[in-house]
């Protein structure tokens, strides 16, 4: 199996062969590992100043290969599967691990030589002259030309000296785009699989933690975002569905055309951060020490409140227990210090209904939470949270349809996650907001999130609720 990356000097970057430094890998000597299968290589064909090809040969012992695999998960369905298949030449989760096992710190971004180069965007060309394709250069192209590449995929016949019998599923791939590096492996990483749909070892639920690693960056705004995770999770739907889940926030995720021009600008803060950012400053602004996050998922913001130790009780909640055992991992609640765990409570409960452990808090966060609401059920959340659990501050996020416009890959009318019941427009969100802190008194005010844009505005509105002064619970 072959898989070559070629750069170009450019601005960024006017040496190429400065790619061995994003590598790691020394363009002057080739260097050899050992992985699952059999050995990969790493070799330069071309190492000069103005241009620079990194090849990853795998050489795959089909004896170890074989002696590996599991009674049932032969390539093919006949008595002599395991001796005669396109295993070890064409590409596929094979030569996928070994990039994350050679590649490892370029996937993950880090170059401590040259601290400046991963960021940048560089003109790349990627080839794999073998690459397996369940759907054929069809679907090679359905993959790859929503990132920002310009593919070339070409069938390869089955026999070039028999041509009426037509095409195998073996493509010849070359990709041409400026792209991260890290992007660029990301990338291969998962749809090299995909393709092939099919992989050389169990899928279990770690892969589901591989996929958002490798994916979280481009994946949730990928157009066929589903068939990329049902084939990498080998078609098991509880997998997928924890995928779906982990991969929800569509409008955190910048759009995966690479336009040049934007691929060589600095790279911009996540959504999801600057939303986190924006309710942590409203609730420190508000002196709040006790907090609910009301809807808490994987507890992103539950672990950022307990980096700051002026929230002495911090509550996630949520009605999903596999939620909060997510956010259970992702917080670290086995590792955290016993000052630190005593402040943490995490409670299964639901928006929309009253409980007495929620009542008294300074502070009840709902970060996109409303929108995953069927409309007729709002009244509830407005009683159980501003009328019962009554907090002297509230605040609300929740995302701004008017804005869904500069998301190529939604479709009109398309909402930003298939589990939201509807998105509201600014006017919309004001005008409940308003509506809501009249009744329960409460004073509001409606804040962007994100870009302003001048014609479709941020992409998410924050309502802050301070309770009045004196107001009694409205009924």
Known sequence: MLLTISVAASPVMPVARDLGFLLHKHPDRAQSSEVFGGTAHVLWPEAGEER???????????????????????????????????????????????????????????????????????PLEVRVPSLVSRGGAPMVQRLFAPLGWDVDARPQPLDPQVPGWGDSRVVDVHLRGTVRLADALAQLYVLLPVLDDAKHYWVSADEVDKLVRAGGDWLPAHPDRELVMTRYLRHQRSLVRDAVARLDDVEDIPSPTLLAEEAAEERPTPLAVLRREAVLGVLREAGAASVVDLGCGEGGLVRELLRDPRFTRVVGADVSARELERAARRIGTDRLPDTVAARLELLQTSATYRDDRLAGV??????????????????????????????????????????????PALAAGDFRHPDHRFEWTRAEFAAWASEVAERRGYAVVVEPVGQDDDEVGPPTQMAVFTRRDGSEEAA
């Open 52 to 122: 620079a090809t990194a090849a990853l040969l795998l050489d795959v012992d089909t004896a170890a290969l074989q002696r590996g695999r599991s009674r049932g998960q032969t390539p093919e369905g006949f008595a002599l599967a395991d001796h005669v298949n396109d295993r070890p030449y064409a590409a596929s989760s094979l030569l996928a691990v070994a990039l994350g096992k050679v590649f490892r710190t370029a996937l993950a971004g880090r170059c401590d030589a040259r601290p400046d180069l991963p960021g940048e965007a560089l």
């Open 362 to 407: 300074d502070a009840v966060t709902l970060v996109e939470v409303v929108e995953h609401l069927d409309p007729p059920r709002l009244p509830a959340l407005e009683r159980s949270v501003f009328a019962h659990a009554r907090p002297r501050t509230v605040v609300v996020t929740t995302p701004n349809a008017e804005h869904n416009v500069r998301y």
